[in-house]
T-cell receptor, first 114, second 109 residues
Framework: GAVVSQHPSWVICKSGTSVKIECRSLDFQATTMFWYRQFPKQSLMLMATSNEGSKATYEQGVEKDKFLINHASLTLSTLTVTSAHPEDSSFYIC??????????FGSGTRLTVV | DAKTTQPPSMDCAEGRAANLPCNHS???????VYWYRQIHSQGPQYIIH???NNETNEMASLIITEDRKSSTLILPHATLRDTAVYYC??????????FGAGTRLFVKA
């Protein structure tokens, strides 16, 4: 089946530094990918939609200059959390659209900012 | 996306069938219903999807009402490993998917 590989699975970084999270579609081409954030005991919150070769579309309230999304190829989308702060600590998940077959999700990245 | 409504939590005894309902009364004619589950600290896992007809796979069965306004996910013989949050979503293809709160299923020994 269609698999999205997400790395790293967890990362700890210092306040003020930047962290990059990668999502790769392994056996298919992902024209559209989505990035979610999830806080403990809460549902997934959509942050942005990225389309290969174009600018990402951000949801209301999500700072595009803080959460940089790049979808430069059909198999790779990245999310960079810039100047991270402790309140950015969360579980980040990517997903790729599979048309009629719904969506496939990465395994998630646990970000802890100290 | 059609809005979906699910009970916040359910309990089920191990070995018994778990029936998880979902209301999607605003669903349009070409929107599929998808079910995913999320085990703690993992990405959501696909379970099953359907449009009009009932569906069954190795994981579960999906019963969709004739008017398509609601559906039920059935785990025929729940195990402890089925304890998870189950999400019912009805995205319109090519558009963003919004997750509701889902149903937290507790399978008890």
């Amino acid at each position: 089946g269609a698999v999205v590989s997400q790395h790293p699975s967890w990362v700890i970084c210092k306040s003020g530094t930047s962290v990059k999270i990668e999502c790769r579609s392994l056996d298919f081409q992902a024209t559209t990918m989505f990035w979610y954030r999830q806080f403990p005991k809460q549902s997934l919150m959509l942050m942005a939609t990225s389309n290969e070769g174009s600018k990402a579309t951000y949801e209301q309230g999500v700072e595009k200059d803080k959460f940089l999304i790049n979808h430069a190829s059909l198999t790779l989308s990245t999310l960079t959390v810039t100047s991270a702060h402790p309140e950015d600590s969360s579980f980040y998940i990517c997903s790729a659209e599979l048309g009629q077959y719904g969506y496939t999700f990465g395994s998630g990245t646990r970000l802890t900012v100290v | 996306d059609a809005k979906t409504t699910q009970p916040p939590s359910m309990d089920c005894a191990e070995g018994r069938a778990a029936n998880l309902p979902c209301n999607h009364s605003t669903i349009s004619g070409n929107e599929y219903v998808y079910w995913y589950r999320q085990i703690h600290s993992q990405g959501p896992q696909y379970i099953i999807h359907g449009l009009k007809n009932n569906e069954t796979n190795e994981m579960a069965s999906l019963i969709i009402t004739e008017d398509r306004k609601s559906s039920t996910l059935i785990l025929p013989h729940a195990t402890l490993r089925d304890t998870a949050v189950y999400y019912c979503i009805a995205p319109l293809g090519g558009f963003k998917t919004i997750f509701g709160a889902g149903t937290r299923l507790f399978v008890k020994a």
